[in-house]
């Protein structure tokens, strides 16, 4: 089916990835916010991705919560209803499978949606935080906290401070072990297939030369070109939803 937002991908290259799949060891898989768009959540940079008049660059900041938490809260809170609305697609289920079907699999995502999991991944490595995580700012206390809509805003820790969203924002380092093993994860691997993200966004975005420079092959699935697509072996222009399953062995 060729809707007019995803071109048909190239069967030739399909095939050619699946025989990547099969001869493949050690599989890495990379996602950003394109592989939860057909779940119905906005993707930071493409159409719909602002809220108001703010870009996500303007809100996921540490100046942008200290300036103005309840705005930041507002955002974070309006996504979260969305995401509570959303099912895992098509793309994400397709990762499942490939993860069942091997021994050695690792998913690093960017996103804070949660939908991997929700999907069924079991190997997930989170390296921007998760959206139903806070964290209080000031005893420290992290917590899993699922309401939607929020009673207040900016919801409040039982020490009386004020809770931040458990995600990482522009500027801020990311989660140690996260990326330690991300890192390592994107070395061992002999294939990386990079779904959904402009890949513009470091460290994030570096993990597929860090893949390459260990000799593994980069595929690119995005319906539009990045960055990386000069630098992968083989991009598929499509979506996710689209694409994922016809990689799935029969
Ligand atoms: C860091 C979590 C060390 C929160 C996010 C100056 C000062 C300070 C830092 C910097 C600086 N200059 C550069 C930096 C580094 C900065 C950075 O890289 N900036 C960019 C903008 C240049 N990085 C950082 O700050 C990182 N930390 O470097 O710490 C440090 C410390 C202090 C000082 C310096 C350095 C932290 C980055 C993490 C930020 N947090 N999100 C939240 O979600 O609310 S970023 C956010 O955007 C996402 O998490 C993701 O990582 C990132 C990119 O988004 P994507 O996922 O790629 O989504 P996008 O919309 O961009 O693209 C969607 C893609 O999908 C498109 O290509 C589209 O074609 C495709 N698509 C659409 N539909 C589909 C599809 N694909 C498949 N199927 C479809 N259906
Ligand atoms: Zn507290």
Do not use: K
């Not at 993860?99 to 999991?117: A, P």
Request: aromatic content about 6%.
């Amino acid at each position: 089916m060729t809707d007019h937002l995803h071109p048909e991908p190239d069967p030739l290259v399909i095939d050619q990835v699946r025989v990547w799949l099969a001869a493949a060891a050690r599989l890495v898989v990379t996602t950003g916010a394109g592989i939860s768009a057909e779940s119905g959540i906005p993707t930071f940079r493409g159409p719909g991705g602002l809220w108001r008049r703010f870009r996500a660059e303007d809100l996921a900041t540490p100046e942008a919560f200290r300036r103005d938490p309840r705005l930041v809260w507002e955002w974070y809170d309006w996504r979260r209803g969305l995401i509570a609305q959303a099912a895992p697609n098509a793309g994400h289920l397709a990762l499942v499978e490939m993860e069942q079907g091997r021994d050695s699999f690792q998913l690093i995502t960017q996103n804070v949606d949660g939908l991997h999991q929700r999907a069924g991944s079991q190997r997930v490595i989170e390296v921007h935080g998760n959206i139903w995580r806070v964290r209080c700012i000031d005893c420290g206390t992290e917590s899993l906290n699922l309401e939607t809509p929020l009673p207040q805003l900016p919801p409040r820790c039982p020490c009386g401070g004020m809770l931040r969203p458990g995600v990482v924002w522009f500027g801020e380092d990311l989660p140690r072990t996260a990326l330690e093993t991300a890192w390592s994860a994107a070395e061992q691997g002999d294939l990386m297939l990079v779904v959904g993200t402009s890949s513009l966004v470091y460290p994030a975005a570096a993990l597929p030369d860090i893949a390459r420079r260990h000799g593994a092959r980069i595929v690119e699935i995005n319906p539009d070109p990045t960055p990386l697509s000069d630098r992968a072996d083989l991009s598929l222009r499509g979506s996710a939803a689209q694409i994922l399953p016809r990689l799935l062995s029969p």
